[in-house]
């Protein structure tokens, strides 16, 4: 896989802006801040190092779904144009910041730093980082060596780290550390936000289910917004037989009635329902006598 950006010629990498992302009572914002070549020139090093560093996980990249567990660190890939990318991708294509030095005269609102290069093709990448290390020296006392002597220091402190959490280029996220994307990117709210425009999707596609049950109960219910969300992401891979639908659910304990020309889903088995579409819910079959049923937790296709 390759970033949309090129690092080989250093003396044509220019760093558009530094910024923070604050969390407001009104939802997010970005600022710029003004910073010297020397950060720069650090902010840059992380962007590489960061890259290295996706490159090295061998078992990457993999398509990042909403309804997966992810470890630390995995390479999982995000196309920008994703509806549950959309406060990244704004950020990414966002033209006149405002810029705002006094920003961080309040580090607790403070959720995310970044930075966006361009290359000399004028390829933007955008790097961001889930602030968590500076919040946390905010509670502790800083000491640094003054001629002999240990004195506090006083200053507001600002804590760069030795890289990002995930790179936006032109066409995808490249995400290095799961659960930072989905905090900075505030992934539940746009997950549960695109429910309505899931279900409708999903609906098309499997007209035979009654979805309307669903609504209510995924309103409540993140894990199932999440499994919504993965689920509409698959429909593209062929036609989903009606009567294979059905065999599934009977065989492994998802409660469901046929009703004229719909599948109605039974009250409580809303999560089993939507297992079995997300490919979590399987049969096995190793002995004679007995068949078992099994929901998998996380699941990756055998290619």
Not at 6 to 12: S, V
Not at 15 to 40: C, K, M, N
Not at 174 to 192: N, V, Y
Not at 282 to 287: N, S
Request: glycine share 6%; with cysteine; net charge neutral.
């Amino acid at each position: 896989m390759n970033l949309r950006f090129d690092f080989t010629r250093a003396e044509l990498v220019k760093l558009a802006e530094f910024g923070v992302g604050v969390d407001g009572s009104d939802g997010q914002h970005f600022f710029t801040l003004p910073v010297d070549q020397e950060v720069q020139s650090a902010l840059v090093e992380m962007v590489q190092a960061t890259w290295n560093t996706l490159q090295k996980i061998e078992s990457g990249p993999k398509n990042y779904e909403p309804s997966e567990k992810y470890a630390d660190k995995e390479y999982l890939l995000l196309p920008l144009e994703d509806e549950i990318a959309t406060p990244m991708r704004k950020l990414h294509q966002a033209r006149d910041l405002p810029q705002d030095a006094s920003i961080l005269d309040n580090l607790s609102n403070v959720f995310c730093y970044f930075t966006r290069l361009i290359d000399g093709e004028n390829n933007r990448i955008t790097a961001v980082r889930r602030a968590t290390q500076f919040k946390g020296i905010l509670k502790k006392r800083l000491l640094r060596l003054l001629t002999d002597t240990l004195k506090l220091i006083e200053d507001k402190i600002f804590i760069l780290d030795n890289d990002f959490d995930f790179l936006i280029d032109g066409e995808r996220i490249h995400i290095l550390r799961p659960s930072s994307f989905e905090f900075a990117g505030k992934l539940q709210s746009a997950i549960l936000g695109a429910t309505k425009e899931n279900i409708d999707t999903i609906q098309k596609r499997i007209p035979f289910v009654d979805f309307e049950g669903l609504r209510k109960y995924v309103s409540k219910h993140p894990r199932a917004a999440r499994y919504l969300a993965s689920i509409r992401s698959h429909l593209d891979e062929g036609v989903i037989d009606r009567n294979l639908l059905l065999d599934l659910c009977k065989s492994t304990q998802v409660g469901v009635k046929v009703d004229g020309d719909k599948i109605i889903i039974h009250s409580g088995h809303e999560m089993g329902f939507l297992e079995v579409l997300d490919r979590r819910r399987y049969e096995i079959r190793l002995r004679h006598d007995k068949s078992e049923s099994f929901r998998a937790m996380s699941r990756e296709k055998i290619k």
